[in-house]
């Protein structure tokens, strides 16, 4: 089985990752042999501080080890293909991660290898990071509630969370500047999984009684040339102590980081009160990981 996208993934199998990650937490114990003897090969086409070392993390707690490769530094940057990279990762790792610009790599990285393919993130998709931000709603809102995505709501870790969130019963909000709609292809299957899915291009209408509201960068890596066009529609969508006002005043906030202070979000917000739930947002990235990895490789 391979993680490429929520969008394939199984809600009995999505679900039962989230709470194992839950319980892994709740044991904490970073010493485990389950993975012994089991090898992740990591591959990175993009730049990664939270993804690379959560991996790492989770191998050596559950007992296995990490091998990360740079797109750059290898053969793959002077031409080799992916179609043969794959095969010969496959006889090294017993699971293989890539973080990706294109999600048809990704695809085709995972038609050649015989091992597990997780994505690391594409363009298309985050689906780790959905994984670990449903197990921190779950830790800090019992009853879920509405969750308000503003800012660029067509990007991957757009697309990931509302398809989750969408699974769990929330009410999402997307809040976008019309010039930038969500991918219709998610808004359409967060519907038909039963959630309550609306757009919303007023800021303050949509972050009204909101229990979470998330928001992410407005130009995503790949995307920088077009960094001056978005920044023009997306100010209106700031995060801001102002905009949070309108939510109820024990909202979490969250945002997967790296954050750009001062421009999807505010010191005030992303440091204060309603902001702390993006700290275990981080460190839930490593159990929710640990969670998938024991999945994949141990049923
Ligand atoms: N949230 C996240 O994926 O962070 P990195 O880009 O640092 O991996
Ligand atoms: N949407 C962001 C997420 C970074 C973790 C990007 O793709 O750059």
Known sequence: ??????????????????????????EGNRARRDLDGKVLIS?????????????????????????????????????????????????????????????ETLMELAKWADAPVINALTELEHPCQALADMQTIIEYKKDRGK????????????NSIMLVAARY????VLCCPSHFPPNEKYVKAAGKAGARIEVEHDPVKAVK???????????????????????KHFLPYQLNGRLLKNAKPDCIVMHCLPAHRGVEITDEVLDGK???????????????QEALLLKLLKG
């Open 43 to 103: 591959l990175y086409e993009k730049p990664s501080t939270r993804t690379r070392l959560s991996f790492e993390a989770a191998m050596y707690n559950l007992g296995g080890r990490s091998i990360v490769m740079d797109f750059k530094s290898s053969q793959l940057g002077r031409g080799e293909t992916m179609a043969d990279t794959a095969r010969v990762l496959s006889r090294y790792g017993n699971a293989i991660s890539a973080r990706l610009f294109k999600h």
């Open 209 to 231: 009684g909101a229990d979470v509201v998330y928001t992410d960068v407005w130009v995503s890596m790949g995307m920088e040339a077009e960094a001056e066009e978005r920044m």
């Open 274 to 288: 309603n902001g702390r739930a993006v700290w275990d947002q981080a460190e839930n990235r490593m159990w929710a």
């Open 147 to 158: 969750l308000v995505y503003i800012g660029d709501a067509a990007n991957n870790v757009a």
């Open 1 to 26: 089985m391979d993680l490429l996208a929520i969008m394939d993934m199984p809600e009995n199998v999505m679900k039962e990752v989230i709470s194992s990650a839950i319980t892994l937490k709740k």
């Open 169 to 172: 019963g929330m009410h999402v």
